[in-house]
């Protein structure tokens, strides 16, 4: 069982956009820094978000991350096929002293 | 570029030991947190230990405390996860990966990942 809550897929057809849910409490999210990451089977996992909502050189303006409260979402805009993955959130947790992740998400592009 | 690679995988019996490494380049290591997460057949990412730049600090998540020793050759930039008294429940790919760290914190997100390694704990 994740500290992080996620659903566990989402699916969108090629252009279409998709937001990813990161749900947590006020001593994970609530008070901490998100960051996404993307991972792709056989590949090595490639961070997509951090501090929330900045990006890592590289990482092109489709994906964009928020947080509201205990909440944070990940969007990504005009769905390519090369963008299935499942996708993680994570964020320090100050009552574990440990980073914790979600369960992650599932992205099919349809 | 940063590369991150790790080797050392394999089967091993239940109550048995494997020594895992990351060969790590393209950055200065020192300078670095370093960390090993891993990720459990259909299961999410489960962080594992951390390690200062200088090796004087390090934390481990409660389930492989005292049977995981997080270590690394600043010499060699490369980073070591002992791993002993296996249980079947440490079966995972295993991953190397920089931490960021704010200040004198741990780290609270990873830049950079290796592909990581496959561990099977299995008789």
């Known amino acids: 069982q994740s500290v992080l809550t996620q659903p566990p897929s989402v699916s969108a057809a090629p252009g279409q956009k998709v937001t990813i849910s990161c749900s947590g409490s006020s001593s994970n999210i609530g008070n901490n820094y998100v960051s996404w990451y993307q991972l792709l089977p056989g590949t090595a996992p490639k961070l997509l978000i951090y501090d929330n909502s900045r990006r890592p050189s590289g990482i092109p303006d489709r994906f964009s991350g928020s947080k509201s409260g205990t909440s944070a979402t990940l969007g990504i805009t005009g769905l390519q096929t090369g963008d299935e993955a499942d996708y993680y959130c994570g964020t320090w947790d100050s009552s574990l002293s440990a980073v914790v992740f979600g369960g992650g998400t599932k992205l099919t592009v349809l | 570029e940063v590369q991150l690679v790790e080797s050392g995988g394999g089967l091993v019996q239940p109550g048995g030991s494997l020594r895992l490494s990351c060969a790590a380049s393209?950055?200065?290591?020192?300078?670095?947190?370093m960390s090993w997460v891993r990720q459990a057949p259909g299961k999410g990412l489960q962080w594992v230990a951390n390690?200062?730049?200088?090796?004087?600090?390090?934390y481990y998540v409660d389930s492989v405390k005292g049977r995981f020793t997080i270590s690394r050759d600043n010499a060699k930039n490369s980073l070591y996860l002992q791993m002993n008294s296996l249980r079947a429940e440490d079966t995972a790919v295993y991953y190397c990966?920089?931490?960021?760290?704010?200040?004198?914190?741990?780290?609270?997100?990873?830049?950079?990942w290796g592909q990581g390694t496959l561990v099977t704990v299995s008789s």
């Open positions: 990966a920089r931490g960021i760290a704010a200040r004198d914190y741990q780290p609270y997100y990873f830049d950079y």
């Open positions: 390690i200062k730049q200088d090796g004087s600090e390090k």
């Open positions: 393209g950055f200065t290591f020192t300078s670095y947190w």
